[in-house]
């Protein structure tokens, strides 16, 4: 018969430590406005502040009035502005 023998295995601790970082993303999406040539105050809409603003360029002859960007301001630009005209919710 064999002897038994007792062996003690020493004492392990095994420690896991997990950490989970979480990386937070931001971006940033930024859209072009949507130029319109009629908007001549430049509030994103074409309507009578507008019309008033083209009234003294084309009366004047002011180049800001050249909505078409043709090198006039003439009635194509007025029939631009009156096309474009959307009331901006007036
Ligand atoms: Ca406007
Ligand atoms: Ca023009």
């Known amino acids: 018969m064999l002897p038994i023998t007792t062996t003690t295995l ?3 601790t095994t420690s896991t430590t997990t950490s989970t970082t979480i990386k ?4 940033t999406t930024t ?3 949507k130029i319109i040539p ?7 809409c074409v309507g009578m502040d ?3 603003m083209f009234e003294g360029y084309f ?8 909505l078409d960007k043709d090198g006039d301001v003439d009635y ?3 029939f631009l502005l009156s096309y ?5 919710g007036e």
């Not at 937070?24 to 971006?27: E, M």
């Not at 009629?38 to 994103?44: E, I, K, R, V, W």
């Open 84 to 88: 474009q005209y959307d009331g901006c």
């Open 10 to 12: 020493p004492a392990t």
């Open 59 to 66: 009366g004047a002859g002011n180049i800001n009035g050249d």
């Open 76 to 78: 194509d630009d007025f």
């Open 50 to 52: 507008d019309v008033y």
């Open 38 to 44: 009629s908007d001549l105050d430049g509030n994103g």
């Open 24 to 27: 937070l993303v931001t971006t």
């Open 31 to 33: 859209f072009p406005m």
